[in-house]
C-alpha cells in the first residue's frame, strides 16, 4: 500500500538528523516572526489598532471634556486654537469666562491673573482662554476641579523674529534699536533691553514670563530652568507645539475626546510674506542664547510631544493628521466658494468684524473676507470660523450678558409668581422671559426670605457643565 502524503512527511521528519530539525523549526520560527513585525500582517494589525483613530468621531466612549483652561501664549498660533475652543463653548452652551471690560480684551496682561480681572457674568466657568499671565493659584480656585490645562509653544527664534516685527513699536526694548534690526538687537541686547519697563516681556522669554515665570533669570540657573519646567508639566496635560500643530491637535483631541468637527479650523492672524525676514544663519543661536529659559521649555515640551506622538503610533497620528487636513480643506472650500481664500489687507476688508488688529502699519496681518454670496448655512460656521479674537470676545461677551439677564429675569418672575416652585430647575429661558416687564424687588416678596436673594456671581443656572461634564482626569 502506498503511504499516504502525510505518512510520507512524517517518514521523512524521523529519518532527519537532530541537526536538520533544528534548522527547520528555527526557519519556522523567523518567517512567522517576520510576517507578525514586517509584511502584509502588521498593516493589518496597524489598521485595527489605528481603527479608533481615524473614525472620526470621539474617541472611545467617553463623554467630552468641557472644562479647560487654555493658557494662551504670544505669537505661536494660540489665536487658532482659541477661536477652536470659543466655537466649541458656542455650540455647547458653555460658559466663557471673560475678561472685565476695563481689561481688555485680555485678563489686564500684563499683570499676574486674578479672578477680580474676570466679568462676573461669565462665572462660574467651563473654560478661560484669553491672553493672561498664568497663576495657578487663582486658576484652580475659578475652575472646576476636573480642568485639563494646556498650552501653546513655538521654536524661539522664529517665535522671536515674529515678536520683534510685531511689536517693534510697542515694546521699548525694540523701539530703541536703531533701523528696527534684529541683528543689532541680538549683538547686544542689555543696550536696549529694560527688565523693568511696560512690555519687556516682549523682548525676552515671552513664553517664560505668560506662564508666571522669571523672564529674566541668568542662563547660568540651569536648576531654575529645570523646576520651572517640572512645575509646567506637573500642571498642563498638553502642551501644544506650533511647528507641530495638527499633530498637536490629534493629541487634544484624544485628551478630549472630542469629534473630529469639534477642531477643524482656518488658519487665522498670518503675515503677509513680505513683512516675513528670513533669518541669517548665526541669529537662531543668538535667540536662543538671549531667550534661554525659552529655549529649554521648548525643547523639552518638544521632545515630550514626540513621546506622547510616538505612544499613538506615529503612523496612526499621521493618518489622523490627514483627517483633519482634507476636513480644513473642506471647511475653506464651502466658505470660499470651491476656491482657497485670498487674504487680504485690513483695509481690503468689507466685512469690519473680520478685520483683523494691526500692530503697526509695518505689519500686515492678513485676514479674509466672505464672498457676498455665500449660503446661509455655512455663512455662521465660516463668519465665526475667520472672526479675529477681539470681535469674537466681544460677541460671546455679549451673548454671555444676554443669557446672564435673561436667567436673571426668569428666576425673579418665577420667585414673584410662582413662589412655591423651587428655583434653578431648568432652564426655561423663552417661555418665562417677560422683558417689558421689570423685575420685581425683593420687597414685594416678603414671605421668600429663603434662598430669595440673588447675588450677580451665584449664576449656577448659566454653566451648563451638568450633562456633558466628564470626570475624567484624562493624563
Ligand atoms: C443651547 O441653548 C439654546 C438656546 O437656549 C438651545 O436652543 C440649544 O438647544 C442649546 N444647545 C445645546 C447643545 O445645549
Ligand atoms: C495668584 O493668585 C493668588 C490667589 O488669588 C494670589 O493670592 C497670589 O498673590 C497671586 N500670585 C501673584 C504672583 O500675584
Ligand atoms: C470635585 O468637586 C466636587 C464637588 O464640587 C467634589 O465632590 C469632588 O470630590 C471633587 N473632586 C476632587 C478630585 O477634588
Ligand atoms: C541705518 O540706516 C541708514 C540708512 O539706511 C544707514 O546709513 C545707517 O548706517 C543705518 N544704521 C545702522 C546702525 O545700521
Ligand atoms: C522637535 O523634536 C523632534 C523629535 O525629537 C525633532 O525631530 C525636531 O527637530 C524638533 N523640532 C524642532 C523645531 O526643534
Ligand atoms: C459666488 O461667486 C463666485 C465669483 O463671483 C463664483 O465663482 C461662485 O461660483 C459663486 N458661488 C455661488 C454658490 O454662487
Redesign the pocket.
Known sequence: MRPQPRDEVQMIWIKMSQKKKFLILLLICTVSLLLHNGGHLSWTIDHFRCATLRSPIAPGLKPKHTNIVFLKTHKTASSTLQNILFRFAERNNLTMALPKPNCGHQFCYPQVFSSHFVHPHTLPPNMITSHMRFNKTALQRLMPNDTIYITILREPASMFESLFTYYSRHSGSFRRVPNGSLETFLADPLQYYRPEEADSMYARNTLTFDLGGNKDRPASDVAYAQAFVADVEKTFSLVMISEYFDESLVLLRHLLSWNLDDIVYVKLNMRVESSKKSLSPSLPAKIRSWNSLDAYLYDYFNASLWVKLSALGLDCVAKEVDLIRQAQERLTKSCF??QMPVPRSASEIRNKDLRPWQPSEKVGIIGYDL?V?I?HEAKELCLKSIMPEITYTQKLLHSQLLRHHQILLSRTSQKSNIPQQPMRTTLSRHSQVHRSQPPPSNAQSPGSTTKSKFTPNQGEGISKSGPKQSNTNAL
Open positions: 466658494g470651491g464672498p454670496n449660503s
